[in-house]
């Protein structure tokens, strides 16, 4: 069955807003999030509409990167998620398991991962060799391709991936279909730890 409604789970909010961004948000961002229905002075409701969700998004990004391109924004968002994503009860033990598993095998799992944010995501490996894959993502949960782009590259370093690259090849405005290609990396980056964010796409 459908869900009625596309929800997003307090988890990815905690992960995204409270773990990581928390300290760096202005008063006036925490403002703008409160407006669009997030207090972070409270305790998180326990689902958000996707629809809320791309809005928190797009105060976060105008807020702690202000200035800065909004590709360049949401994947530093993308990326900052998935070091929340870490923090978290269920985060810690799939980032665990991601770091034994190497790349390959950790873009077959990245759907189930996906999925314990939301109820209502999909998402297809749709070729897979040893160093490049296809993807696609049925709702990229952003108004751009690049939030995804982030995660996805922070969790191929997770895996022991090196030099990520992450690039966007279809957008409809929902789905996306990305390619990704990786190194095989010398040493393995330890678990819990983000890279220095950098351009993936152009």
């Known amino acids: 069955m459908v869900p009625s409604e596309k929800q997003i789970f307090a988890q990815s909010v905690e992960a995204l807003f409270v773990r990581v961004l928390g300290p760096y948000l202005t008063r006036d961002g925490r403002q703008k999030l409160k407006a669009a229905g997030l207090n972070l002075s409270e305790p998180l409701r326990p689902h958000y509409s996707v629809d809320q969700w791309r809005v928190f998004l797009d105060v976060a990004a105008r807020d702690v990167f202000p200035g800065q391109p909004l590709e360049t924004a949401y994947l530093e968002l993308g990326a900052r998620y998935l070091k929340g994503f870490q923090q978290t009860s269920v985060g810690r033990a799939s980032m665990q398991l991601v770091t034994h598993l190497g790349p390959k095998k950790t873009l077959e799992r990245v759907p189930y991962n ?60 929902t789905a996306a279909t990305y390619r990704l290609t990786w190194s095989q990396a010398k040493s393995q980056r330890p678990a819990g730890t983000l890279a220095p964010v950098r351009r993936l796409y152009g």
């Open 114 to 173: 996906l999925r314990a944010g939301n109820n209502f995501n999909e998402v297809r490996v749709e070729e897979l060799s040893q160093q490049d894959a296809t993807l696609w993502v049925k709702d990229v949960l952003a108004d751009n391709p690049f939030f995804a782009c982030g995660f996805l590259a922070e969790t191929l370093r997770a895996s022991g991936a090196g030099s990520p690259e992450v690039k966007p090849i279809a957008f409809d405005g």
